[in-house]
């Protein structure tokens, strides 16, 4: 009886993002009609480039893949209360750790493989190490060391690779890294889909990094609501002067989930390194660290929230090619979309949360 | 009824769930106190939040003077003669008494401030009403109990005649209480009503002429002062019979187990907060540390439970010193705490009751399995069995804290540090904000927790609250322990003495 009542809590929970999302749709179809197209032509072109086939819809897929990792990776984050604005960094460092890992150590596969896994966690987790010391010993706030981190990071791999690790003149004028041994290369999962059935074509990439991204999820759902660690985080979360009189040791737990955090965040760039590139470049996508701030936020910091906010900004972003290629909306449209839906789905959010509250004490009473 | 102050009549308030207030119907006279008591939530608050304009009525009609009148917002309340002393003040701290007072009703010519009429204003206001202040004192550098008077200077400027007194007593020393009452009287002589909520009985009978009980939003009776009784009053708050005394079986104490030497510790501000405190606490008894508030007693709480810094002293549990134990180990010793303030300190409120009932000892088997599993269905087990003990109202042990009533929060932050087994227990102040029932509740915990052979070290601002359940008391004043008694020596004019540092007076 109980149970059937807390599940419509939940399920109230669940339309809130949904709604947000009609409302943004319904925002970005005004907006194409004032740019002088008909609702139908945009709803078209979007689809056309997002479902219509399984070519598009596995690319969702692989696209949402880097973009799940850094939901996730801010996400834990979040649930400390610690703001890791610093994914950005982190995963440049990370995937350039991996990337060295992965050119200089001669391994057999199956060890090199987990090997350059490891150690993006562990370039991510270093990078992420020094503004979370400074934040636990000096009181210096994260948002502000982050921030700075990520542009010195980027400043650091841009010289790197065109100095120290540069493997120009090897095969390329770009400046790049040497290859990666092929030991350490992800290969493609595509063919297990097709022999269960799903046709998705060879140039897609679901790659290794959907096992990686797999893992990931699991082990951040375990240590958030199994693990003791995950409780004590939540808890940081939500009161740091609860946690600290009840006796748990805020800043352990805002240091361990510092580098919990970074170390998910070192792999984000693997699938373009290790699958796409087979090298490493500062040229590597940019600005996945911050899309995983507001996918984490969609996602209620939760690591299955996450899958799906993570599917839907990927959904977002191949919907934005499709509008630019078939239609005369600019693609940046996609941009403003994307910010009033993380707008609606936050106040739809706080909505349901307060109607919710009033309805548990209503019922407690 | 044409000279009636102020009646409201069949005020009604829903709020999502809940009946604040029901068809409820309050007169106040001119040259009267008028009490209303109830226990927390039973809409005291709502009603005068209406009063004053903080809250739209759903339906009922407010009578001044006889005159039907909609007040929207509190200025609209102020402009009608009705004035609110909060519990908490509303002062400008860096600003003089005059400055506050005045303030937002400047008198000015030409923007240039005129201080002069005010002042005089003020004086007179002073004299009638057995208010003295000094005027150009900074409100920063006053102590509470004149922190109120500036309150309730402010709203006599503004001309009121309805006052209204939210748990004015809390902060003051029953000296300051006696002052207070006499206000009370000469405003009474110059025809302004006063609405008086407070918690403490004694006080409704010793100031109020007419005594309205409220409960669950509802007026259950109004009556006259004269044949009201305090268990007559707590019986119809909670609606059956209260005990009122606390009931002390005699229980020999044990070793000593809490020693807390000579702790001096300087404030932010540069002055000395704790100035040589030293006290024990042994097994089996009840140690209550008296005093006004900010007299050092939240810092002696805090070198117990958490590490702080401190300019000299030690903490001792069972004769080991623990200053450099951090929370945890120090609640894995067996130190249980009841903090002061409960809304921030207390609960993890999005978390589920079983969850906020094993915080604390959520790290350790049996809620954990192999150092770092959590086990959910123990954690589950041992909440319902704490929730039986303890008698909590909650739907199940898997509600979110946020949905319990105030009174069952509080109940279950005294549950989950008493089911600890703790062999010292430090209680901040535990019935405050608290209703009489659950009041009644926390005191027989303690006792129990006396009775087991636990030590407990109360701190609280009430002084009955510590006679009726302290077997030593140590009255703080100025950062140290000014006076310490037997129960048997002690007695609440004695206490409320050496409260002000009075040990000259007290001598003899």
Redesign the interface.
């Known amino acids: 009886m109980l149970r059937i009542r807390f599940d419509k809590f939940r399920l109230m929970e669940l339309l809130a993002p949904v709604l947000g999302f009609l409302a943004a749709l319904v925002v970005l179809l005004i907006i194409t009609m004032i740019v002088g197209e008909t609702p139908g032509n945009t709803i078209r072109a979007i689809l056309k480039f997002t479902v219509s086939n399984a070519s598009r819809l596995a690319s969702v897929f692989s696209v949402a893949i880097p973009l799940f990792l850094s939901g996730l990776a801010v996400a834990i984050a979040f649930r400390a209360g610690v703001f890791n604005i610093g994914v950005e960094g982190q995963y440049f460092i990370g995937g350039l750790v991996g990337a060295l890992a992965g050119i200089y150590l001669p391994l057999p596969k199956v060890i090199h493989l987990p090997v350059v896994v490891l150690a993006a966690m562990a370039g991510g987790a270093l990078w992420a190490a020094i503004p979370a010391v400074l934040k636990i010993t000096k009181g210096i706030h994260e948002v502000i060391s982050t921030i700075m981190f990520n542009n010195i990071a980027l400043a650091l791999v841009n010289f790197l690779v065109n100095g120290p690790l540069s493997g120009r003149g090897e095969q390329s004028l770009e400046p790049q890294t040497r290859r990666i041994l092929s030991t350490a290369l992800f290969g493609k999962l595509n063919h297990w889909f097709q022999a269960i059935g799903l046709n998705v074509p060879n140039h897609v990439y679901l790659d290794y990094t959907l096992i990686v991204a797999i893992i990931m999820g699991i082990l951040a759902y375990v240590l958030l609501f199994r693990l003791r660690f995950g409780f004590e985080i939540r808890a940081v979360g939500t009161s740091i002067d609860v946690s600290h009189y009840a006796g748990i040791r805020v800043k352990t737990v805002q240091l361990g989930v510092f580098l919990i955090s970074g170390a998910v965040a070192g792999l984000i760039g693997m699938q373009e390194i290790f699958a796409i590139r087979g090298y490493y470049t500062f040229q590597i996508a940019s600005g996945l660290g911050f899309d995983g701030i507001a996918i984490a936020l969609i996602g209620r910091n939760s690591p299955i929230g996450v899958i799906f906010s993570a599917i839907l900004f990927a959904f977002l972003k191949q919907a934005g090619y499709g509008l630019q290629l078939y239609t005369s909306v600019p693609n940046s449209i996609i941009y403003i979309i994307t910010g009033l839906m993380i707008i609606f789905i936050v106040i739809i959010n706080e909505i349901v949360t307060r109607y919710i509250r009033a309805l548990r004490k209503k019922e407690a009473a | 009824m044409s000279d009636t102050l102020l009646a409201m009549e069949g005020i009604t308030k829903v709020f999502?769930?809940?009946l604040a207030n029901d068809e409820v119907s309050f007169d106040l006279q001119p040259g009267e106190v008028h009490a209303l008591v109830g226990e927390n939530g039973a809409g005291k608050t709502t009603l005068m939040k209406i009063l004053y304009g903080l809250q739209k009525p759903d339906s009922g009609t407010i009578y001044l003077r006889g005159q039907a009148t909609s007040i929207r917002n509190p200025r609209d309340a102020i402009a009608q003669g009705i004035g609110m002393v909060h519990q908490h003040f509303m002062l400008v701290p860096p600003f003089s008494i005059l400055e506050n007072i005045v303030l937002g009703e400047e008198t000015h010519t030409a923007g240039i401030l005129r201080m002069e009429e005010p002042t005089e204003k003020i004086e007179r206001i002073m004299r009638e009403n057995g208010l003295p202040v000094d005027l150009s004192v900074t409100v920063a550098e006053l102590p509470v109990g004149l922190q109120q008077r500036v309150e309730i200077l402010k709203i006599l400027y503004r001309g009121a005649e309805i006052l209204v007194f939210d748990e004015p007593t809390a902060v003051l020393t029953p000296g300051e209480v006696d002052d207070l009452f006499e206000t009370f009287r000469m405003m009474k002589d110059q025809g302004k009503g006063i609405v008086f909520i407070t918690h403490k009985l004694d006080e409704v009978l010793a100031v109020a002429d007419r005594i309205t009980v409220i409960r669950r939003g509802k007026v259950i009776e109004t009556l006259p002062r004269k044949g009201a009784t305090k268990a007559k009053i707590a019986e119809l708050m909670v609606g059956k019979p209260v005990l009122l005394e606390v009931k002390k079986e005699t229980v020999e104490a044990g070793a000593t187990i809490l020693e807390v030497r000579n702790l001096r510790q300087t404030g932010e501000r540069g002055t000395a907060v704790l100035a040589g405190v030293g006290l024990s606490v042994k097994a089996g008894e009840i140690y209550g540390i008296a005093g006004v508030e900010g007299n050092g007693q939240t810092e002696l709480v805090k070198a117990v439970t958490?590490p702080v810094k401190l300019d000299e002293g030690d903490v001792l549990l069972q004769g080991q010193s623990i200053l450099s134990w951090?929370?945890?180990t120090?609640?894995?010793a067996g130190i249980a705490?009841i903090?002061e303030d409960r809304q921030?300190?207390?609960?993890?409120?999005?978390?589920s009751l079983a969850?906020n009932l094993t915080?604390?000892r959520?790290?350790r088997p049996p809620f954990?399995k192999g150092?770092?599993?959590?086990d959910s269905a123990k954690i589950r087990e041992s909440a319902r069995k704490t929730i039986a003990a303890f008698d909590i109202?909650?739907?199940?042990e898997?509600?979110?804290a946020?949905?319990?009533?105030g009174g069952?929060q509080q109940k279950a932050i005294v549950a989950r540090e008493m089911s600890f087994e703790p062999i010292l227990l430090v209680a901040s102040q535990p019935t405050r904000g608290v209703d009489i029932g659950a009041q009644e509740f926390i005191y027989s915990q303690l006792l129990e927790a006396r009775q087991n052979g636990k030590a407990v070290l109360l701190v609280s601002a009430d002084l009955d609250e510590i006679l009726s359940l302290a077997d030593r008391i140590g009255v703080m004043f100025k950062g140290h322990i000014i006076k310490e008694l037997d129960r048997a020596e002690a007695t609440r004019e004695k206490i409320g003495l050496y409260m002000t540092g009075g040990e000259q007076d007290a001598a003899h």
């Open positions: 999502p769930g809940v958490e951090d929370v945890r120090r609640r894995d705490h903090p921030r300190f207390g609960l993890l409120l999005p978390f969850d915080l604390g959520h790290h954990v150092s770092q599993w959590i109202r909650t739907p199940s898997t509600t979110p946020h949905a319990l009533s069952n």
